[in-house]
């Protein structure tokens, strides 16, 4: 049973151009969450997805940052038109359940997307 | 005020020797906790949970004290092994989603 996979590993990107994070939880999960991990942080919450539906964005930039989760595909996490300060590492978890301690206690993190912005 | 503060460190100990981490959370509705360890700014991986009653993995103890909202890690015995920044983790107040609110975590290096 696969883990949670992201890809790219690795992004560098010049100011200015979009940035494509992708993400495909573990088999039969349907939640994913996005975390981003700035230099010297903590990881903060992003957004939180269910198939098709965004339930949490709380945490998303209000501009140039949006999320999808498609019924058929990975869960993409989408950046316009980049700026140095989008430099990260961004994580992306899925749970077999929506709310409370298994939403969380089964929560597998994914090995990261570490976007460059030169 | 953060919602999960913790001493940053580093702490750097000699292998054998008994280490603890504080962290503190500002929301009293938060229901679950967690230790999660993640090496070399790789993904986090859940060390373990976090109850009332405490609870112990072999050399890891962790401690919950809800009036003070405090969270504690010990380790005993460190080992190389056990370097690593470790991230006390929240589950949101709300617990209606597994939204989980991190630390910005404590470095822990162990010299031979």
């Known amino acids: 049973n696969a883990g949670v996979m992201q890809n790219p590993r690795h992004l560098v990107r010049r100011r200015g151009q979009e940035a494509r994070l992708r993400c495909s939880p573990m088999?039969?999960?349907?939640?994913v969450y996005w975390y981003r991990q700035l230099p010297e942080e903590g990881l903060k919450f992003m957004v939180y997805l269910q198939k098709e539906n965004i339930i949490d964005e709380s945490g998303m930039p209000k501009e140039r940052f949006s999320a999808e989760f498609p019924k058929e595909g990975p869960s993409i996490l989408r950046i316009q038109q980049v700026v140095r300060g989008d430099s990260a590492a961004y994580f992306c978890a899925s749970s077999p359940a929506s709310g409370g301690f298994l939403g969380a206690f089964g929560q597998y993190f994914g090995p990261g997307t570490r976007l460059t912005v030169t | 005020r953060k919602e999960v503060e913790q001493d940053p460190g580093p702490f750097n100990v000699p292998e054998g020797a008994t280490v603890a981490f504080n962290c503190t959370y500002s929301?009293?509705?938060?229901?679950?906790f967690f230790w999660y360890r993640q090496d070399c700014r790789k993904e986090p991986k859940l060390l373990m949970s976090?109850?009332?009653s405490g609870n112990e993995d072999g050399r890891f103890t962790a401690q919950l004290n809800r009036a003070s909202q405090y969270i504690s890690l010990l380790i005993r015995d460190s080992k190389l092994s056990d370097s690593a920044t470790y991230l006390c983790v929240v589950l949101d107040g709300s617990g209606n989603t597994g939204k989980l609110i991190f630390g910005q975590g404590t470095t822990l290096q162990v010299k031979p």
């Open positions: 976090v109850y009332s």
């Open positions: 088999k039969g999960h349907s939640h």
């Open positions: 929301n009293s509705a938060s229901q679950s």
